[in-house]
């Protein structure tokens, strides 16, 4: 057998992992190009670290048009202090800096989609590159993994948090147990349709504790879901007793995503007028939305139907629609 041997990282750290105390730095990726021949991609990262104790790792902007996991992060590494702290804190607000930067699901520079990135390269895109160094250098320093997600532009969820069913049931467990402590309105036991490449999959494959959320949507945050997120993160900390303090208990509805029946894919494009809100209940069959041909009137709308008993946990956010996006989520 070959061993595929991968050069070291091109990203470097300017805060130090092992250091004490709180530290505000970059995670610097040298990224040569036409308006700065010698420049990088600047990654904001901030390290707070107290003694001996877990690590958990906190993202947002894995996709750059969702909002809540940076506005809670940039929160929580201006307000953290080492003192409040037992183990190690690694916030990294914008994961995807330059769909961050630019307010877009994937990379301006490469259109790469982070979460379907992994485990990456080091020698290939800037996106590619990103995952590279959270899979050989961050992923492996943490027990807990926690990676904001949202709707984004096109889509727009419940605010739930989520983990998924594992093999390793122990690990399941413990996931769904920070799933509860963070407190999101809804909790979900997630499916994904389209698994490879992605964080969760590389964080879950190493035996960390992970989880996610979808917090809205849209391409905004509102003051519900900001506030929902902000909370959350700092429960989960408690809850892994990173964080002095208890966990501030709510009440959240369980969710579960039983197989492909959950997804609707729109057959064809066109104006599309919804007929169930979020969080609203439907029947199997239950037409969910319609879809409008445009190019001329009196054609018959084409309908969106249930395909299962549940409620409705995402939508499709504009609009418009084109052939094969996902319409509407549902979840029992
Ligand atoms: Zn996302």
Redesign the pocket.
């Known amino acids: 057998m070959t061993e595929t041997i991968l050069r070291p990282s091109p990203i470097s750290a300017s805060v130090d992992f092992s250091a004490e105390g709180v530290q505000h730095g970059f995670l610097r990726l040298p990224y040569s190009r036409d308006d700065s021949a010698w420049g990088s991609v600047m990654i904001p990262i901030t390290v707070v670290r107290n003694g001996d104790g877990p690590t958990a790792l906190l993202t947002g902007g894995?996709?750059g048009d969702?909002y809540e996991g940076p506005i809670a992060l940039f929160d929580l590494a201006r307000t953290l202090a080492a003192e409040e702290v037992t183990g190690r804190v690694i916030i990294v607000p914008a994961m995807n800096y330059p769909a961050f930067a630019a307010g877009t699901?994937v990379s301006p520079i490469d259109k790469g989609n982070m979460?379907r990135s992994f485990p990456g390269r080091p020698d290939g895109t800037v996106t590619q590159k990103i995952a590279d160094y959270f899979q050989r250098e961050l992923l492996p320093l943490a027990e807990i993994v926690l990676d904001f997600?949202?709707g984004?532009k096109t889509l727009d969820f419940l605010p739930f948090c989520a983990a998924h069913i594992l093999p390793d049931k122990e690990q399941e467990a413990r996931a769904f147990e920070l799933v509860k402590a963070f407190g999101a309105p809804w909790s979900m036991k997630m499916l994904e349709i389209d698994a490879v490449g992605m964080y969760d999959t590389a964080a879950e494959e190493m035996g960390k504790v992970f989880i996610t959320t979808e917090l809205g949507g849209g391409g905004t945050a509102t003051a519900r879901s900001a506030g929902i997120a902000k909370r959350g993160v700092r429960n989960v900390l408690r809850a892994a007793g990173i964080l002095k303090g208890a966990v501030e208990t709510s009440k959240t509805e369980w969710l579960d995503m039983p197989d492909g029946d959950c997804f609707s894919f729109a057959e064809d494009g066109g104006l599309i007028e919804p007929l169930v809100d979020l969080g609203e209940k439907v029947r199997k069959g239950d037409v969910v939305a319609q879809i409008y041909p445009i190019a001329r009137t009196g054609a018959e709308p084409l309908e969106i139907k249930a395909k299962m008993d549940g409620l409705l946990a995402a939508r499709h956010f504009p609009g418009l629609v084109k052939q094969g996006d996902c319409v509407a989520v549902l979840a029992i």
């Open positions: 894995n996709h969702e699901r979460n997600h949202s984004g």
